[in-house]
Structure formats: C-alpha cells, structure tokens
DNA sequence: ACTCTTTCTCGAGACGAG
DNA sequence: CCTCGTCC
DNA sequence: ACATCGAGAAAGAG
C-alpha cells in the first residue's frame, strides 16, 4: 500500500518538493532500484497477445528477464548506472498487511478458475495478472543476469526501500527511484519517479527532495514520520476518520502522535486496539539496513564511463 | 450542500516496422 | 509522430 | 511460508 495519498499531499502542500527534469539531466548518475518491484510489473505486464506470459521452449517464464534487460540497457544507454536492491525478510509488522495481500490472491485464484470454466478471455487474461507473486526463483534468475551484465545489485536484509533510501543518504547514489512513496518515509533525500519508461512515454522525471518536502509542511523528520503512519501505511492501521487533511492538520498542531492520543475524543476518533504505532515509527525511522559502506554499488559499467 | 474518508476497481514493459 | 504486432 | 503499489471514481459518513 505504500503511504495512501502522500503523493497528493506533497503535490498540494508542497508543490515546490516536486521537480520535473529530462532523462539527460541523470546523465552520470548513480540510482537505486527495488528490484523485486520492478519484477513484480514485468511480470504482470509483459505478455503475449493472448495474455500469456513469455517463457522459454520448457515452460519457464521469462517475462521478467526481458524486462530487467531491456530497462537497464536503456538505463545505462541514457549514462544512468543502476544498482538493484532485493527484498529480505519482511519485517513482522509487515504480517497482518501481507494476509490481506494473500486473500486478496486467493480470491483472484477462484474467480480466475471460473473464468477459466466460462472460457472468459478477458477475464482470464484480468486475474491471471492478479495472481502473480515473485518468487525467489525469479529473483535469483535476475541476479544471475544482472550479475552477466556487470549490473550492481545488494541483498538487503529486510525492506528493499530502505535500503535504497540508506543508499541515497549515504551519497553511494544520488536518488532512489521508485514509484512506492514508502522510500520518502525511509528518508531518502531525493526520489525519483518515472524513471524508467519516461523516454518510452514523453513524462518527464519527477524528483521528490525530502527537505523541501519537510520545508513545506514545516515538520521535523520524526513528524512526517508520524504524519505517514497516519495517512496508512503497511505496518499499522490508521484512524477511522482521519484523512489526508486532518492527519496534516493534526500533526501540525499537536507534534507527536503521543500528544495526539491524548486529545483526540476517543468517541469520535476511536484509536485501534494495541496500535503499534511506535513500533512502526522505530522501523521507519531506524530501519533494519546494511552499512552503505559495506555495499559496493559499481559494476564493472563504471569502466565505460572512466 | 459540503468536506473528508473509505471502498472498490483497475492497471501496471519495451521494441521496431510501417 | 502514432499503432500495432512481437518479444520467448 | 511468505514477498507491490498508486490513482481515481463512487459511495458513505458527519
């Protein structure tokens, strides 16, 4: 889920968080990727005509394979050095958000094999992109390929997203991109998004700075934090009640979720039964990372730009 | 009538020939 | 430019 | 045993 509505409230809060640049201005620069969602869209959306994925004589999908290739090659083409970042164990927090992501699976999976039973093409080719999860073994094949083309990639121990905003902070990249707005809340200093198919599609890139982003709202770190969990995200539930604009509104004048708690009529805004909003803030803001220090974020690509 | 939130639904790549 | 078939 | 997300429309609540 990401941070439901974050994009909104920084395009009407802040608008000047928000730059538009072309692909050629990233010319020499170092990114961050989630890998596994990028594998997760390839998956998804390259197929055959008739809804099928990709697959080699045997059967094997190879959908994603194509789509990391050809994204990287345009990647580096345009002077852009890409460095993938895979998931690792999602954190607990995460448990209750995945069950719902697996019922939500299942019932594709049933209303798939009816369609199927119907001979519904459209509706096949509908829940068929819906069951698709990655698996490791699509994970693996990708690290074997990006490994052959002298692509950097890192193993991260838990969210890939914080690993790539680990990465940004640390200077080891410039940006992390990505389209799951989680990444800000990680705090990355910079954010890009539509980085990949901007060229494809004329969209210009868009680039997200934290600072200006806290400047606006005028909140401190820990507060934006606070203002996520708020919004909802995918550690705890949110309040029944509070949107977008009470949750800005709330922030603004009570500072702490704490304070929060504590003057909200409880009536009205009932706080969720053992709310682990702190738990999830500790996770945000002291994610579990490995030492940017220890990654070594340049393929051998860096040689053709020496 | 209006404002805000919630719920539901949908959609998701890249290439090159013409 | 755009549309459409193809990629495996 | 498990792995994604955002956007927008429509409906609902206060």
Known sequence: MGIKGLTKVIGDRCPNAIKSNEIKNYFGRKVAIDASMSIYQFLIAVRQQDGQQLTTES?????????????????????????????GKPPKLKSGELAKRLERRKEASKSLEEAEEL???????????????????????????LSLMGIPYVEAPCEAEAQCAALARDKKVYAAASEDMDT??????????????????????????????????????????DLCILLGCDYCD?????????????????????????????????IPDDWMYNEARQLFLNP????????????FILLYFH
């Open 184 to 225: 800000l809340t990680f705090s990355t200093p910079v954010l890009l998004r539509h980085l990949t198919f901007s060229e494809a599609r004329k969209l210009p890139i868009g680039e997200i700075h934290l600072n200006k982003v806290l400047e606006g709202l005028n909140f401190t770190m820990e507060q934006f934090v």
């Open 119 to 145: 001979g519904e093409t459209v509706d096949i080719d509908k829940f068929s992109r819906r069951t698709v999860k990655v698996t490791s073994e699509h994970n693996d094949e990708c690290k074997k390929l």
């Open 59 to 87: 059967g094997e999908t190879t959908s994603h394979l194509m789509g990391i290739f050809y994204r990287t090659i345009r990647m580096v083409e345009n002077g852009i050095k890409p460095c993938y970042v895979f998931d």
């Open 238 to 270: 949110s309040i029944k009640g509070i949107g977008p604009q009470r949750a800005v509104e709330l922030i603004d004048k009570h500072k702490s979720l704490e304070e929060i708690i504590r003057t909200l009529d409880p009536k009205k805004y009932p």
């Open 288 to 299: 579990e990372v490995l030492d940017p220090k220890d990654i070594d974020v340049n393929g």
